[in-house]
């Protein structure tokens, strides 16, 4: 199979991704726009709600998986747009769209290259794909609930913007709700329990306090505070101030540790994580998927921005084209060249590893 063939019809996909509203949980177009690129290749594939996935044709159950993930749904457009977000424009090598850069030149890459050894006998790894959506808003009906029905994976590459180099961990995330208690009453008579007050010592350590283990790759956990809501009156001292606080988890803990930590410590009435089952994540530089990257020049580092890996069980790495610092910005972009190049070395790095 031509390389240059499928990367021209992968950037014609892109195209129509990016021209079809796909917001998490309304990613029906292009789903669609998915299963017909897997019906004109003659690959058998399932969707599963907005989940369309496949195996490689000789499928072989005593073998590792390697799952290929990247997600079709976006963000909505920021107000800052100049440009259609909903129009594919092409401008000085550039291909401009809402999705282009996250992560749409990630997932028709890996498309494409699922494609490119979907029909080779005797690969070392099954291989299997899944375009998933919800990933931007963590929905229920993503990857996550995708991991029951697909085949047990061993490893996996995650399809975001890396500029394809090697994230060889990711930063988990737990979101908290604090609550700060004090004494409601009315403005005009004296209060020594004014729980916006008491808002203030617990600020200032949530400022100052620090994770005592960081990480060689993800560096230390990061915790912020994003935001804070108390009082609904002029003459009303409430009586208590909520905070949301933002913790960015390194692979030296898990996030059940980090929540335990915090109740104990942190100087408020309550705290209470939103979820915690979004992990840190990490490969072993040992892997072979990393050794083959590292051999072909590309560098590794930790990713401080959370993607579809936080689901997964397995060893992952997070590797595509396009740069992460253009996801939801207003005029998306991702050059073409960045596209056929991440086709190449995907098809490269999969060579070494999973030919035999």
């Not at 992560?103 to 979907?118: E, M």
């Not at 004014?194 to 005592?212: G, H, P, T, V």
């Not at 990480?215 to 001292?237: E, F, R, Y």
């Not at 060893?315 to 396009?322: H, N």
Request: charged share 20%; aromatic share 8%; hydrophobic share 40%.
């Amino acid at each position: 199979m031509v390389i240059q063939d499928l990367t021209n019809d992968a950037i014609s996909l892109l195209k129509k991704l990016i021209e079809t509203q796909s917001f998490s949980s309304e990613e029906d177009g292009t789903a669609s726009h998915i299963e017909d690129w897997f019906t004109r290749y003659n690959i058998d594939f399932k969707r599963t709600k907005n989940n369309v996935w496949a195996v490689n044709k000789y499928f072989d159950d005593s073998k590792p998986t390697l799952l290929l993930n990247s997600h079709h749904d976006t963000v909505k457009p920021n107000s800052a747009y100049t440009k259609d977000p909903f129009k594919a424009i092409v401008e000085d090598g550039k291909l401009f769209g809402l999705g282009s850069n996250d992560a749409g030149g990630c997932l028709v890459s890996l498309i494409a290259t699922f494609t490119y050894f979907y029909n080779q006998e005797n690969l070392k790894y099954n291989l299997v794909v899944v375009a998933s959506a919800e990933e931007e808003s963590s929905g229920p009906d993503g990857l996550n609930s995708m991991l029951s029905i697909i085949p047990k994976v061993d490893v996996a590459i995650v399809g975001e913007p890396t500029l394809m180099n090697l994230a060889v961990a990711e930063k988990g995330l737990v979101v908290f709700d604090a609550v700060i208690e004090g004494t409601p009453s009315h403005a005009a008579h004296p209060n020594d329990n004014n729980a916006i007050y008491n808002s203030i010592e617990a600020l200032q350590w949530f400022q100052d306090f620090k994770f005592k283990k960081g990480s060689k790759a993800l560096g230390d956990v990061k915790l912020t505070v994003t935001q804070i809501n108390g009082g609904s009156q002029h003459n009303v001292v409430p009586g208590h101030v909520d905070l949301v606080i933002d913790v960015r988890v390194n692979d030296a803990y898990s996030n059940a540790e980090i929540a335990k930590i915090l109740q104990k410590k942190a100087p408020v009435t309550s705290i209470t994580p939103r979820s915690l089952r979004l992990n840190s994540s990490s490969i072993p530089v040992e892997h072979d998927l990393v050794k083959a990257g590292i051999a072909m020049g590309r560098s590794t580092y930790g990713s401080p921005t959370l993607s579809d890996q936080a689901v997964l069980s397995c060893p992952s790495l997070k590797l595509g084209p396009g740069d992460s610092t253009r996801s939801h910005s207003a005029n998306e972009f991702i050059y073409v060249n960045e596209i056929e190049e991440g086709i190449k070395i995907y098809v490269e790095l999969l060579n070494k590893v999973i030919v035999q």
